[in-house]
């Protein structure tokens, strides 16, 4: 093992590399190998990379803790048990603008925190890279339509002027921060396209890039081999402010690939059967990485696609090696000539580039996937995880139309259709969105030429789309339009309805719009069950639409079929879709295109393509350049404003104590995702964050939507467990953020707005919990989840078990996760939501530490039950303590006015 007796740290690890470009330095993991005695070979790659970054950024001696890179190191290699934590420092930070307002606005609150305490407001930036894209703010009003784009463009503007203000502001105010102008593309995309250099170079020395993003699906870059995934806003906040990650050591899954996708298979397809497979095997909170022979023979598209899903099956990050196809992927990007040899060489010399003739790394567990297996999928109606073969939608859609109590339309008898259809337009599995959206799909240019490739050959064989039908095509990135337009594809598309009407998130997060005509009123009328079909990555229930109760995830030319079909009630294995001019039915199988045919069609994906989409990327159109602002240290905020407000976590005091006497606010049950907790979509005129709006002077048609009102906490906190599909067992007979206020419940006293019993318990200082079952808080990772509850006055979630980054973020903003024994379900405590809950822990507190939950019924008889914090490292308990990381990191600058180092240490 290294001695620091003979050579500093530095001088033993740091060697150089020569390119054409010239001489630079790198931090050799082959000496780190040999000095502490493991083989570099049988470690993951994900491993490597963490083992680079601890070497880079601690030594033996100087360190934050004092000595401890050994022991991080050491942990790596053996990766044996769970209780050594170590930092990590990933090299930039991503954003979107939904949660990126609100990043800002806490950096903004924390420059004027740090200024009135007699600190130096100036020395709040980012210290690290970060990219921020606004991408989350187009919404789709209108649709189907050659001014569709503009007009959209133009209702984005109008409603986002003063959010787009602040990004203005911020951009020209703090250091190390870029804004790439709405209608660019999504953030994933460009990230994928552009920002992402695999390599690094910062003051001579060259290292793995790697990131985190606000966006759970960060993890797209795994495809090019970087290393990088989602967090909270609040945890990103923290990493902008110098704070390290800390993370526990990496439980790495290998799942080796072999094989190719048959003809017909897509990407798409392939990510929905992983998905499917890796939550049966259960890889959530590890690390995927994939290697085999089936991955050298994929394009980094499909893995992009794949890696992109992650979250979807529950893993941290799902990791793909740098090989020949991110060589050839770089190079076709446009990537300068210089970076693309930097990258090959120093993979190369670390041991991380891979080849048919790379070792197989040891893994903690394995997998294989056959890729020639892969059949036509799709996944719904609520979970991403429930792929079904193309034949089985129609059995699925029939049995949830029996299941809500409705009569299964018979396809096979007109009149009887006919009959059900009398008095009303639309049928349970109608659809009425079909949308190409999300950049899991409009990355690949495979399945989007493919699409394009459908709509020809059914516009001419005379197919058209259900007028009811609302069509959509947001292309992730420019590169996608022109291709699409110089293949002479694009007409086609628009003569099914799929217009481009926007270049970012649209369908896939909520801001699908409103449906075509009376429909809205049609489904609720009718209680009707009705579909949207979509090339996204979510379908949570209530996500997509308030409306649309089944949500169907696909491919993009699946997208285009069942548009054409007009429902889900069909097998398109061997129902027709639909008839042509001469009244002969036509099947899918003759519509799609051979694989020859998209091989001549994406001679049309080139690198002056790319070349030409990135030219002026951070500039932005003639309503972007027209919003005038003026730098300065503070943010000018205005108190009238109903989308920026000052943030209110530095001002108030959130000092996490034991919790005693406590009351419930709602009893949830499994799977509650963020979607659930801080919905991001329409705003209800009814709701408590309608009736603020209204009360402020906004109409209806400005409402918005929550997620471009991230930025006012007023708003947020009255959205938190606003959505319409919560269901809180409390209150059974109804759905939506509702509960009960009483220190006696009865079934006799009438519930109310989740907010509004919260504002009366907080008037009385009743701190409240709020209980839940498996899987809480899986999903987006929405920082507001964890923000909106802290303003609720919650000070504890007690959960059967959570997800990662909502965990994460509770404990980050000074809420306590508590995780019921294994053995104890929410369903077993029997609750009705009128006990009291007291929990102690005697002025002491540590990670994973057992604690009583004491909850009292009303004729004062207690149920003791052993809890689990889920408080999981060291870092999270100081963050805790604090009151949230904001506290802990403003009162370093203003404990220590002159810090002026690049990361803030303990």
């Not at 909270?232 to 790495?252: S, W, Y």
């Amino acid at each position: 093992m290294f001695s620091t007796n003979k050579i500093t740290w530095r001088e033993r690890y740091l060697d150089l590399i020569h390119t054409t470009s010239g001489l630079n330095q790198y931090w050799s993991l082959s000496k780190l190998a040999e000095d502490f005695n493991f083989t570099l070979s049988e470690q993951p790659f994900i491993v490597r990379i963490f083992l680079e970054n601890i070497m880079r950024h601690y030594n033996e001696n100087g360190d934050a803790k004092g000595n401890l890179t050994s022991v991080y190191i050491s942990a790596l290699t053996v990766r044996q048990g769970t209780d050594v934590e170590f930092p990590f420092r990933p090299q930039r930070v991503l954003m979107q603008d939904y949660t990126g307002v609100p990043a800002i606005a806490d950096l903004a609150a924390m420059r004027e925190f740090v200024s009135k305490s007699g600190g130096d407001a100036k020395k709040v930036n980012p210290v690290c890279p970060v990219d921020l894209v606004i991408d989350h703010s187009v919404i789709v009003d209108q649709a189907g339509s050659s001014d569709a784009l503009d007009h959209n463009r133009k209702c984005e503007i109008e409603r986002n002027q003063e959010r787009y203000q602040f990004l203005k502001w911020a951009e020209k105010s703090f250091h190390n921060l870029r804004v790439v102008p709405p209608g660019r593309g999504i953030c994933h995309q460009i990230n994928l396209e552009y920002f992402a250099q695999v390599v690094s170079c910062e003051d001579g020395e060259l290292f793995p890039d790697t990131l985190i993003g606000t966006d759970s699906h960060t993890t797209m870059i795994n495809g090019l081999g970087i290393l990088g995934w989602g967090v909270g806003g609040i945890e990103a906040e923290a990493v902008m402010l110098g704070q390290p990650l800390t993370l526990n050591l990496p439980k790495v899954v290998g799942v080796k690939l072999v094989g190719k996708l048959s003809l017909g298979s897509t990407a798409t397809d392939l990510a929905l059967s992983i998905t499917e497979k890796l939550r049966h095997h259960g890889v959530v909170g590890k690390y995927v990485e994939f290697y085999g022979p089936g991955v050298l023979h994929m394009s980094v598209a499909d893995r992009a696609t794949i890696a992109n899903m992650a979250p979807e099956y529950g893993a941290t990050c799902a990791l793909f090696p740098v090989d020949c196809k991110v060589i050839e992927y770089l190079g076709l990007t446009n990537r300068p000539a210089s970076l693309i040899e930097q990258v090959k060489a120093y993979m190369s010399i670390q041991g991380l580039f891979y080849t048919h003739d790379t070792e197989d790394p040891v893994y903690q567990e394995n997998i294989a996937i056959d890729v020639s297996k892969t059949e036509t999928s799709l996944a719904g109606p609520k979970r991403p995880q429930d792929r079904l073969a193309l034949s089985e939608i129609k059995d699925k859609s029939l049995n949830e139309i029996l299941i809500a109590g409705h009569p299964v339309p018979d396809e096979g008898s007109p009149k009887g259709l006919q009959s059900q259809l009398k008095h009303q337009k639309l049928c349970d599995g109608d659809i009425v969105i079909a949308a190409i959206t999300s950049c899991t799909n409009t990355s690949n240019p495979h399945v989007m030429l493919l699409a394009g490739l459908l709509a020809k050959a059914a516009v001419e064989r005379g197919l058209s789309v259900n007028p009811r039908v609302k069509t959509s095509l947001a292309p992730g990135s420019q590169v996608v339009a022109q291709y699409l337009d110089s293949s002479g594809l694009q007409p086609y598309l628009d003569c099914l309805g799929f217009q481009r009407i926007g270049f970012g998130c649209t369908t896939c997060i909520g801001n699908s719009g409103p449906l075509k005509g009376e429909l809205e009123a049609e489904i609720e009328k009718h209680h009707l069950q009705v579909s949207a079909v979509l090339s996204g990555n979510r379908n949570f229930e209530g996500r997509i639409h308030p409306s649309v109760t089944l949500n169907w995830l696909m491919s993009p030319p699946l997208v285009i079929a069942f548009a054409l079909v007009g429902h889900t009630r069909v097998n398109l294995i061997e129902d027709p879709i639909g008839t042509d001019k001469a009244g002969q039915n036509v099947f899918l199988s003759e519509l799609w295109p051979s694989d020859k045919l998209i091989t001549e069609m994406s001679g049309h994906v080139t690198q002056a393509l790319f070349e030409q989409a990135y030219k002026g990327l951070f500039e932005g159109d003639d309503n972007w350049n027209k919003l005038t602002v003026e730098k300065s240290v503070c943010y000018p905020w205005k108190e009238s404003s109903t989308y920026i407000r000052h943030p209110p976590f530095l001002a108030k005091a959130f000092t996490p104590k034991a919790i005693k006497s406590a009351r419930i606010l709602a009893i949830l049950g499994d799977s509650v995702t963020t979607d659930h907790i801080s919905p991001a979509g329409k705003i209800s005129e009814s709701s408590p964050a309608g009736k603020y709006l209204q009360a402020n002077g906004v109409v209806p048609e400005y409402f918005n939507s929550y997620g471009s009102r991230r930025g006012n906490h007023e708003v947020m906190v009255r959205g938190t467990f606003a959505n319409a599909h919560l269901k809180n067992s409390m209150v059974n007979h109804t759905n939506g953020g509702f509960t009960y206020y009483s220190s006696n419940i009865k079934e006799s006293i009438a519930s109310i707005p989740i907010y509004n019993a919260s504002q009366q318990y907080l008037n009385e200082g009743t701190p409240l919990v709020v209980f839940a079952g498996k899987e809480y808080g899986t999903g987006s990772s929405r920082d507001w989840a964890a923000k909106g509850c802290l303003l609720l006055n919650v000070k504890a979630v007690i959960a059967e078990s959570f997800e990662r980054i909502h965990r994460n973020n509770l404990a980050m903003m000074g809420i306590l996760p508590i995780q019921l024994s294994e053995n104890v379900t929410v369903g077993a405590l029997q609750l009705r939501g009128n006990e009291i809950i007291h929990l102690d822990w005697d002025g002491s507190l540590s990670p994973r530490q057992t604690l009583k939950l004491i909850i009292c019924d009303l004729s004062n008889e207690q149920n003791t039950i052993s809890v689990i914090v889920r408080i999981d490292s060291e870092r999270e308990l100081k963050y805790f303590l604090s009151g949230g990381v904001l506290s802990y990191v403003a009162s370093q600058y203003v404990a220590r006015p002159n810090h002026d180092k690049k990361f803030c240490e303990d």
